[in-house]
């Protein structure tokens, strides 16, 4: 079976600065493809060029076995797009927003009728339907926006960090219904920096930092990259200064990487429990209050970690 998204070599520059970087990557039909990676990795940018938003510098890519670049109104007929920024008229209902966009898909009568009803019910929206779209919570407007991505039953949906600034329950009910609608035959492309939305829905993640990416796979091929170590956090308050401690660390025996971001230290280690009491001394002589430690196994972070240098939220 071909894949149903094949990119080849796409780059998207901008005046020197290079958003996308010579990325190559296939999507087979019916899974769930992430591109995991912190704000400013090239994410959107991918997704804007695959989904005809905006035109590659160079590169190319096929959906359905249509170019992006040469047949874009062909590929516009086999996605839905799920942006980022909510692409909702705010006076409007959510029903009346759905038929809008129902309308631009060239839906109808009966049909475009039929299909808001069952978009409202796929995103649990129906008893909100009629009420106007600016008195909606962040997570309620998420969803209607999911759903005019959906209302021409796209063959591949491109959903981009659809649960950014939104609460727990919300989170929930998009991450359950993104696997639904996998589940009911759609292929997803799901951009995210959260490792856990990534460990959650995906068959195979691809791992993009300032525009390169840097490694795909399944998860257990990625976390095979990093092989046999642990990841020991130490979680550490606001004020302390850790500049020192960090190339202190680094020095020690046994330590692969240390990195540092917001208030904890990531440390990539052969054996988190033969290094932890060594840490806590440099820690101690560095004057560093350590609040909390958790050790983990080789996950979708540490693969970043162990790739880039640095922790995934950045």
């Excluded at 799920?82 to 309308?103: H, K, M, S």
């Excluded at 209302?151 to 600034?165: A, C, I, Q, S």
């Excluded at 791992?207 to 130490?234: K, Y």
Aim: glycine share 8%; proline share 3%; aromatic share 4%.
């Amino acid at each position: 079976m071909n894949p149903i998204l094949q990119a080849s070599h796409l780059v998207k520059k901008y005046a020197d600065f290079i958003a996308v970087n010579d990325i190559s990557f296939n999507i087979e039909e019916g899974e769930i493809f992430s591109l995991l990676g912190p704000n400013g990795a090239g994410k959107t940018t991918s997704i804007s060029m695959l989904s005809t938003l905006i035109a590659a510098t160079s590169g190319d890519a096929a959906i359905g076995g249509h170019s992006v670049t040469r047949e874009p109104m062909a590929v516009r007929q086999l996605i839905g797009v799920v942006p980022q920024e909510i692409a909702l008229y705010e006076d409007l209902t959510a029903r009346e927003n759905l038929t809008f966009w129902g309308q631009m898909y060239d839906l109808s009568g009966k049909t475009l009728h039929q299909r808001v009803d069952e978009v409202l019910e796929l995103t649990g929206m129906t008893e909100k339907a009629n009420q106007r779209v600016k008195t909606y919570s962040g997570g309620m407007k998420r969803r209607v926006n999911i759903g005019v991505g959906l209302l021409h039953r796209p063959r591949l949906l491109f959903m981009d960090e659809p649960t950014v600034g939104i609460d727990p329950q919300s989170r929930r009910a998009i991450l359950d219904s993104v696997k639904a609608l996998n589940q009911a035959g759609m292929t997803v492309l799901y951009t995210t920096h959260y490792m856990e939305e990534a460990h959650e829905l995906s068959d195979r993640v691809g791992i993009i930092d300032h525009g390169q990416l840097i490694a795909l796979g399944t998860q257990a091929e990625l976390t095979r990259q990093v092989g046999e170590t642990d990841t020991l956090i130490l979680h550490v308050g606001e004020e302390e200064t850790l500049e020192n401690l960090i190339g202190v660390l680094r020095a020690l025996p046994g330590v692969i990487k240390a990195d540092r971001t917001d208030h904890t230290i990531a440390i990539i280690t052969a054996s988190a429990e033969e290094i932890l009491a060594p840490v806590i001394t440099k820690a101690n002589e560095a004057g560093v209050k350590i609040r909390s430690v958790d050790i983990q196994e080789p996950d979708l972070e540490s693969v970043f970690l162990h790739l880039t240098g640095r922790a995934l939220r950045d």
